[in-house]
């Protein structure tokens, strides 16, 4: 009858009097089997915490070692595009100005993002902070992500057109060019980088990430930043195409003013915490649930404070 009580009780939503005149005794007996429902543990009634962006947002900065970032709460669809508007918010916080170089990377959140719409800063330099992939699916088309992104702002785009991961040989070739090294030289005077935070490959399949033979055998990676990959502590991972690819380095990307990492998803939180550690970003754009995963990942033994 406990079982049955509680069912009744619980999933049917009866409420105590209904249950008690179907089963033939007092309410007073159901009460009681309730209660010891929840005592043997038939029932468990949890109450869940939820971090307010606000107080989020504070923990993230000072958890992460952080900038700056924003927290939006999550929304039932199209969590990546709503993270545009907290992006157009520190982007315009930045004080961006004509000639100001603003670095793109690659990934569905900066596609969506991009997509969704940027603040108007005429004059912004746009560039792509990798080279490209020889893939079609839309999150890789990084100078396509550029051009989209320079339209918004009312700038200029710059393009490489080169792969990110070339042969050592082709590399020199690639770099040789007058049109890809006045892009690339854009690098050094970076003032605001906007870039993804990559699964580790463990749980994001190959076709997905379109990674090699090589980073898939990364297993110790909790994720990466431009192909740039790192443990759960921050510490860098060297693997065989590191040396060769067209890509902002890790130094290049630590001397930028603003490195904002624009992710969602309570399966990237020890990804986004290794990337902040190894000082590949310094901002965060985030959602509610993801920000919760985070903190509780920094925090496991301790109640997060902040909570309604």
């Given at each position: 009858m406990l079982h049955t009580v509680a069912k009744?009780?619980?999933?049917?939503?009866?409420?105590?009097?209904?249950?008690?005149?179907?089963?033939g005794v007092s309410t007073a007996t159901i009460s009681r089997l309730l209660q010891r429902a929840?005592?043997?543990?038939?029932?468990?009634?949890?109450?869940?915490?939820?971090?307010?962006?606000?107080?989020?947002?504070?923990q993230l900065i000072e958890g992460l070692g952080l900038r700056d970032a924003a927290v939006v709460e999550t929304p039932a669809a199209g969590v990546l595009t709503a993270l545009a508007a907290p992006l157009g918010g520190l982007l315009r916080q930045a004080e961006?100005?004509?000639?100001?170089?603003?670095?793109?990377?690659?990934?569905?959140?900066?596609?969506?993002?991009?997509?969704?719409?940027?603040p108007r800063i005429p004059g912004v330099l746009t560039v792509a902070a990798t080279g490209g992939m020889q893939q079609q699916a839309a999150h890789f088309q990084?100078?396509?992500?550029?051009?989209?992104a320079a339209e918004e702002f009312g700038g200029t785009p710059h393009f490489i057109h080169a792969p990110y991961?070339?042969?050592?040989?082709?590399?020199?070739?690639?770099?040789?060019?007058?049109?890809i090294s006045d892009?690339?030289?854009?690098?050094?005077?970076?003032?605001?980088?906007?870039?993804?935070v990559g699964l580790p490959h463990a749980i994001n399949p190959p076709e997905a990430s379109a990674a090699t033979l090589s980073e898939q055998a990364l297993f110790q990676a909790a994720g990466d930043v431009l192909r740039h990959?790192?443990?759960?502590?921050?510490?860098?991972?060297?693997?065989?195409?590191?040396?060769?690819?067209i890509a902002m380095t890790p130094a290049q990307l630590r001397a930028v003013p603003l490195v904002i990492g624009v992710a969602a998803g309570p399966e990237k939180a020890t990804a986004i915490i290794g990337a902040a550690r190894a000082k590949l970003i310094n901002a965060l754009i985030t959602d509610t649930k993801t920000a919760q995963a985070i903190l509780e990942a920094l925090l496991p033994a301790r109640a997060i404070p902040g909570k309604v």
């Open positions: 009744l009780h619980y999933e049917a939503e009866m409420s105590q009097v209904d249950i008690a005149r179907r089963l929840r005592a043997e543990g038939i029932v468990r009634i949890e109450v869940l915490d939820i971090v307010t962006p606000e107080a989020a947002t504070a961006l100005s004509a000639g100001s170089v603003v670095a793109i990377g690659w990934g569905r959140a900066i596609r969506e993002v991009i997509r969704a719409g940027l990084i100078n396509e992500f550029v051009r989209l991961l070339p042969s050592t040989e082709l590399r020199d070739v690639f770099l040789g060019d007058a049109a892009s690339v030289a854009l690098w050094d005077r970076t003032d605001v980088a906007i870039v993804g990959y790192f443990d759960a502590e921050g510490t860098l991972i060297a693997w065989e195409g590191e040396s060769r690819m």
